[in-house]
């Protein structure tokens, strides 16, 4: 078998060709990553046709090969984004950009890949997108500045829509990468950013930071904001996000008590805790993403949570057992099964935490991750339906119960799909992706329900756990693996059939697993159980 990569110089004089292996390598339902010069390429084969594309995920740059192939689609193994194999194109998130494609000939038993000069060296490509027409008397409204907002702003001009966008947001940032603020406090804002100033000025879309709105009329289709000006809309996007639960107990006003939802809190997060004590009060998962990337920078760590292990009710007690070893392998100390009574200060600074116990805790940093609250306060009159979470309730369409006015992103509950359209509120990354381009979509009414599969993942100690699924309700997991080493495979059942499944170490388990329930299979309780584990890719 001959495997050589070899590079020639294709006829075309702005094309590199390599020759990058032979027909009989590749089977269906087969990829490879193969090199034309000092490109990487993921060259696939489905239904007898060779196709190739761009090698690395365009969200954190993840190799596909490592991935999962269903169908024509590839999933990243990382953190679940889907690209389509023929086009290059995305079909499901977290990340922005498709894949570059390239040419695929076939010549006497060889597959020959070409690429253009001038994409030599691109790992992704951003869709095509209109801009604005002043003549267009339409103005679309979108209030939040996170990632739904702007792939609904994206979608719309990717769908050649030319009114006016205006995307609102009362943080001092353009949109940026949220889940960094836990895993890495210290990155500085303009690494951070999802797309760059002038793409907003490219595609003509307004953005107005630092501008909160308070109330929404519907029947007049205008905005008030808090500095007293107003926007009239002809559609309006609800994407506010959620805000973290603030702490009830006394002293928690003090200075040196932080919430974590801005960059400037994650700077001045960071910055306090240098060579001090800081106090982690909540075993979620921004709870201890802080206290993991606090453990080598603070002087010490205590976490404080209300139940016996972290993540007992989600990921279950042996996975949250495992994560706790992890960290207190790092130094951070854990208080569990406790509650914070009081934090005590002196001269208007955090002093010292009290537990329910007696325990007293140093402290000259407190960090608080306790739950967080949809952000629909501002909806107060307007009649726009909202849950008993004060989450605003949307169906399959994005769609709200006022006319043209929809939701998207963690403010919202929603029917999803792998659930029998159950009603659910999901602070996933994600999803609030999906939702903004099937909100887009709807506007322009090109009606797409959504269908996409809840995936998250969260950094402890420099390991990742991956999740799929919605694992709510489940009577029973089974672990392929051993938790104790660190390496397995959860699957949540419930109803004798997988409702979801977490690893570590494990790839691509978790990116088949959700690409298997997106494409509507049912893994059952007895396949889960098998011992062969072919169908996972492994």
């Known amino acids: 078998m001959n495997t050589h990569q070899g590079v020639g110089q294709s006829q075309e004089q702005d094309e590199v060709t390599g020759l990058v292996c032979q027909e009989s390598d590749l089977h269906d ?3 490879k990553e ?10 696939v084969r489905t239904n007898g046709q060779y196709s190739a594309v761009g090698s690395r995920c365009s969200h954190y740059n993840a190799p596909l090969i490592k991935g999962t192939l269903v169908g024509e689609s590839v999933r990243c193994p990382f953190h679940g984004a889907c690209f389509n194999v023929r086009t290059g194109d995305i079909e499901e998130y977290p990340g ?3 894949l570059p494609t390239y040419k695929v000939n076939l010549q006497d038993g060889n597959v020959y890949v070409s690429i253009n000069k001038k994409s030599m060296k691109l790992t992704k490509r951003v869709r095509e997108m209109c801009t604005v027409q002043p003549d267009v008397k339409h103005t679309i409204l979108l209030v939040g500045g996170g990632p ?19 995307m609102v947001t009362k943080d001092s940032l353009l949109p940026f990468d949220k889940p960094k603020l836990s895993k890495a406090m210290n990155v500085e804002s303009s690494s951070m950013l999802l797309r760059p100033h002038d793409f907003y000025q490219q595609h003509g879309i307004e953005m107005w930071t630092r501008k909160e709105v308070v109330s929404v009329n519907p ?40 919430l974590l939802q801005s960059y400037e809190d994650a700077k001045g997060i960071h910055t306090s805790s240098l060579g001090h004590r800081a106090v982690v009060i909540g075993a979620s998962f921004i709870g201890m993403e ?47 099964d406790k509650k914070v009574t009081e ?8 002093k010292e935490v009290v537990l329910n116990d007696g325990t007293v805790l140093a402290a000259d940093v407190v960090i608080a991750g306790i739950g967080a609250i949809p952000n629909s306060d501002f909806l107060a009159g307007s009649d726009v339906a909202v849950d008993s979470r004060k989450a605003v309730i ?53 009606p797409t329900p959504i269908e996409s599969v809840p995936f998250f993942w969260s950094m402890f100690a420099g390991k990742s756990i991956r999740y799929a699924g919605y694992g709510e309700g489940y009577t029973e997991i089974i672990f392929k693996g051993k938790v104790e080493e660190r390496k397995f495979l959860a699957f949540y059942i419930k109803d004798e059939v997988v409702v979801a499944a977490a690893s570590l170490m494990f790839d691509p388990a978790v990116a088949h697993v959700a690409e298997l329930m997106a494409k509507g299979n049912v893994i059952t309780k007895a396949k889960a159980q098998a011992e062969d584990l072919s169908w996972l890719q492994m």
């Open 29 to 31: 339902g087969q990829m």
């Open 219 to 258: 029947a007049k289709k205008f905005v008030k904001m808090s500095d007293g000006t107003s926007e009239r809309y002809d559609q309006l996007l609800l994407s506010t996000g959620c805000r973290a639960c603030p702490l009830r107990c006394p002293g928690s006003d003090l200075k040196g008590v932080y």
């Open 394 to 446: 949307v169906d399959k369409f994005m769609r709200t119960n006022k006319a043209d006015i929809f939701g998207a992103g963690d403010v919202t509950s929603f029917p999803l799909s792998i659930r029998g359209d159950q009603r659910v509120n999901i602070g996933h990354w994600q999803m609030s992706h999906a939702h903004g381009r099937i909100a887009a979509l709807s506007m322009l009414n090109k």
């Open 290 to 336: 802080a206290a993991s990337y606090l453990s080598d920078k603070a002087a010490s760590v205590a976490l404080v949570g209300p139940t016996k292990y972290p993540f007992e009710k989600s990921l279950g007690p042996a996975i949250g057992k495992m994560t706790m070893e992890m960290l207190e392998e790092n130094n951070v100390k854990f208080f569990m």
């Open 148 to 166: 739904a907002s702007l792939v609904c702003a994206e979608t719309l001009r990717q769908n050649c829509y030319q009114g006016r966008i205006i």
């Open 96 to 98: 922005l950009d498709c």
């Open 34 to 43: 193969v090199t034309v010069e000092d490109q990487k390429v993921l060259l």
């Open 343 to 350: 934090i005590r200060g002196e001269n208007g600074k955090v």
